[in-house]
């Protein structure tokens, strides 16, 4: 067996649906060395799935593409599939995520809003919050790195000016991806004319009980006794108990503090919010989550891992761009986007510091002392040049390059020292900044 070869049939292994052994199974010598891989055993299960499952999930390709891919690249090369790969990153980078946030006057829909952008009320840019009605018409208000995502800040439901009846019609819902409906206290009877408006134009909705950190802290005084998990789980199940007796089926309900994202049920939602949203816009909302603790930090760098072997792929084809002081083959271009791009999604900006520190009552200067690379600074040939020399040595193992789950792996592997450089420079790029984030991130919240 040829090493193209393993990579090919190792590569459609992962990707195929199909039944598979359940034995290991021992490789020939003819990949460099003897490697035995783990199939699906039942006792493997979920270690295979941590391990290739995952990435998959944010392959961004239909099966359909997949097969054009290989199918493009045998009969005309990289030059073949850089058509389909450009078009890929481009709906990437433009695709839109609107995400509506409802609910009852004073529920807290502003504060949440402005918490998962990471500002702080009276920010530039924030959406104004208040105990009365603010918000007369479907505001949206952009991620600030990622434009294309929207939070929209709706007017409260069941006001003289927003009757129930109307409601679903004046706010234009089909716009919206999914929809966030916060109460701050029980659920009404206008939210469920809400969520089975929204169930009939077959979008997904989300309870969030907010202002849970005041609820504790009230039951804290009055009591003497207080076990924090039973109580909410109480709030929890009344939430939960009383949609139901209101006809919603299986209402997802998230206990939260606006002011706290890290405590209580935050995690949970986004992890029901991957589960329903299609592939490319749960990468966006992914990637545009605030950096609240080291899971989704590393959740962001499995997405923008799927970003690398396209980027390596288009530099292959594009070949290398002379610039003077750069003696690598590959194209500067493409490393030094792709660098900011992993930069800004990984907030590591220094607006992005900023808002953290705000957040996490830091002064920003704190955790920029923690930030050890290069990287976050201009991105210069010479900044590529040292980067190289930290990765030159590194070599790109077969299981590596199949477990992200490269569509046509085995015959790009062998397109030239062009995808190869590329491909080593944006990993080893995306694992320095990745260890940035993540001692930010310990540095704000005092965590390990």
Partial sequence: MTLSSFYLIYSLWLLSPCERRTEPVTLDSDVNKTRTLLIDSPQSRKQRRDQTAEPSKYSFFSEEELKSLKSDYETGGLEKVTPLIQSKVKELDNTELNIA?????????????????????????????????ITMEPTGYKHPNLPNVKLWDLPGIGTKRFPADKYLREMKFKRYDFFIIISHCRFTENDVKLAKGIKRLGKNFYFIRSKIDNDLRSMRKERRKFNEEEELEKIRSHCVRSLEEAEIQSPSVFLISNFDL????????????????????????????????????????????????????????????????????????????????????????????????????????????????????????????????GVAAVAISALELALDIIPVIGSIFGAGSSFLMTYKLLSGALDDLTENAQRVVKAAFDTD
């Fill in 101 to 133: 946030v409802t609910g009852e006057t004073g529920a807290g829909k502003s504060t949440f809003i402005n918490a998962m952008r990471e500002l702080l009320s009276g920010d530039e840019g924030a959406a104004e919050t208040g105990t009365t009605e």
């Fill in 262 to 389: 890290n405590l209580y049920d935050f995690n949970l939602l986004n992890a029901a919010l991957e589960d329903d949203l299609p592939s490319i816009k749960k990468s966006v909302y992914i990637l545009a989550l605030p950096n609240l603790n080291l899971e989704i930090v590393q959740r962001k760098k499995e997405v923008l891992k799927k970003r690398v072997w396209m980027l390596a792929a288009l530099s292959g084809a594009l070949g290398a761009v002379p610039v003077p002081g750069f003696s690598l083959g590959c194209d500067i271009g493409i490393l030094i986007g792709g660098i900011i791009y992993f930069r800004k999604c990984l907030c590591l900006d220094d607006a992005s510091l900023q808002r953290l520190a705000n957040r996490a009552g830091k002064p920003v200067e704190d955790l920029k002392a923690v930030v050890k690379t290069p990287l976050v600074g201009e991105i210069t040939p010479d900044i590529i040049n040292r980067l190289s020399w």
